[in-house]
């Protein structure tokens, strides 16, 4: 007994001694993941170029050593991504697009667009910035997201279902079980063989001539 009384107080003087405490300057969120761009600032981002945003994803910047880890003290994080020319026609500084984190959280994350660089090589820099899902996307460094810029929501249905009247307008044919019933629609898109439509119900049977 005696023996392991002097074992155990020898590892617990071993154990304080390897305890550092340290003091945050504030409250946040702690996250021990550091990639060597802690350095980078909002501001930093802001003047972001095509060229900057490449050689920073094709970077393997330093890890401090003398780190523990990295204090978050706000909620708002950012997104930079490389969209074609064409794609950013429709986006504007201050628009709202909305972010598919769908692989890492549920649902669609809205971004709000902070910067869109001047063109290069048939490219821009977006920079996008959002005060939720901070959470989810703590450890998400170097990703590929889908970016939704618009979207319709609707009913999808075969090209052929859709009827047009002489004065009613568009419309297709509801299977009542008992008979069929005419129900106007409102055409939001065609593409080759099927259209998206509002007006009928997702439990609707709709009979195609």
């Given at each position: 007994?005696?023996?392991?009384?002097?074992?155990?107080?020898?590892?617990?003087?071993?154990?304080?001694?390897?305890?550092?405490?340290?003091?945050?300057?504030?409250?946040?969120?702690?996250?021990?993941?550091?990639?060597g761009c802690e350095s980078i600032s909002p501001a930093v981002l802001e003047q972001l170029s095509v060229r900057s945003l490449r050689t920073l994803m094709e970077g393997r910047p330093?890890?401090?050593?003398?780190?523990?880890?990295?204090?978050?003290?706000?909620?708002?994080?950012?997104?930079?991504?490389?969209?074609?020319?064409?794609?950013?026609?429709?986006?504007?500084?201050?628009?709202?697009?909305?972010?598919?984190?769908?692989?890492?959280?549920?649902?669609?994350?809205?971004?709000?667009?902070?910067?869109?660089?001047?063109?290069?090589?048939?490219?821009?820099?977006?920079?996008?910035?959002?005060?939720?899902?901070?959470?989810?996307?703590?450890?998400l460094r170097t990703v590929s997201c889908p970016l939704v810029i618009n979207s319709v929501t609707g009913i999808r249905l075969p090209a052929a279902a859709l009827l047009s009247g002489?004065?009613?307008?568009?419309?297709?044919?509801?299977?009542?079980?008992?008979?069929?019933?005419?129900?106007?629609?409102?055409?939001?898109?065609?593409?080759?063989?099927?259209?998206?439509?509002?007006?009928?119900?997702?439990?609707?049977?709709?009979?195609?001539?």
């Amino acid at each position: 007994i005696t023996a392991l009384k002097q074992e155990l107080a020898r590892l617990e003087r071993e154990e304080s001694g390897s305890i550092r405490e340290l003091v945050s300057p504030a409250s946040g969120v702690f996250t021990p993941l550091l990639d060597g761009c802690e350095s980078i600032s909002p501001a930093v981002l802001e003047q972001l170029s095509v060229r900057s945003l490449r050689t920073l994803m094709e970077g393997r910047p330093n890890v401090d050593k003398r780190c523990y880890g990295k204090l978050i003290t706000d909620y708002k994080w950012y997104y930079a991504a490389l969209l074609r020319a064409e794609d950013c026609a429709a986006l504007q500084v201050g628009g709202r697009v909305k972010l598919d984190l769908s692989a890492w959280r549920a649902g669609l994350c809205t971004m709000t667009v902070i910067r869109i660089s001047a063109e290069s090589g048939g490219e821009r820099a977006v920079l996008l910035s959002s005060d939720t899902a901070l959470t989810e996307t703590l450890e998400l460094r170097t990703v590929s997201c889908p970016l939704v810029i618009n979207s319709v929501t609707g009913i999808r249905l075969p090209a052929a279902a859709l009827l047009s009247g002489s004065t009613s307008g568009s419309y297709v044919l509801v299977d009542t079980g008992i008979s069929e019933r005419r129900q106007s629609v409102n055409v939001l898109r065609r593409v080759d063989d099927w259209v998206l439509v509002q007006g009928v119900d997702e439990g609707d049977t709709i009979i195609v001539p």
